[in-house]
């Protein structure tokens, strides 16, 4: 009885560790980030065509058509955004 319970409680805890580490590394896929001043500037991809950049307290929303008409990824963005120091 001990061995079934040991396995399990070893079984449960497996499971939920294998699904709290996959939908971590998803979230964590669809951000760019760099260094701006020793501040992180960011570029997050909401998934709906729209893309949220922060630097400091400074947010702004950028939309798909946006980078394809400046002809950049957003981790293109995020870089020159980076190299400029500002949005």
Do not use: R
């Amino acid at each position: 009885m001990k061995k079934i319970l040991f396995l399990t409680s070893l079984t449960i805890s497996l499971a939920v560790l294998t699904l709290s580490c996959s939908n971590d590394d998803d979230a964590n896929s669809s951000c760019e980030s760099c260094m701006i001043d020793g501040e992180i500037a960011e570029i997050c991809d909401n998934g709906n065509g729209t893309f949220t950049a922060t630097n400091s307290s400074e947010t702004v929303t950028i939309t798909q058509d946006d980078l394809d008409a400046l002809e950049l990824t957003a981790e293109e963005y995020i870089t020159l955004v980076c190299a400029l120091g500002s949005f």
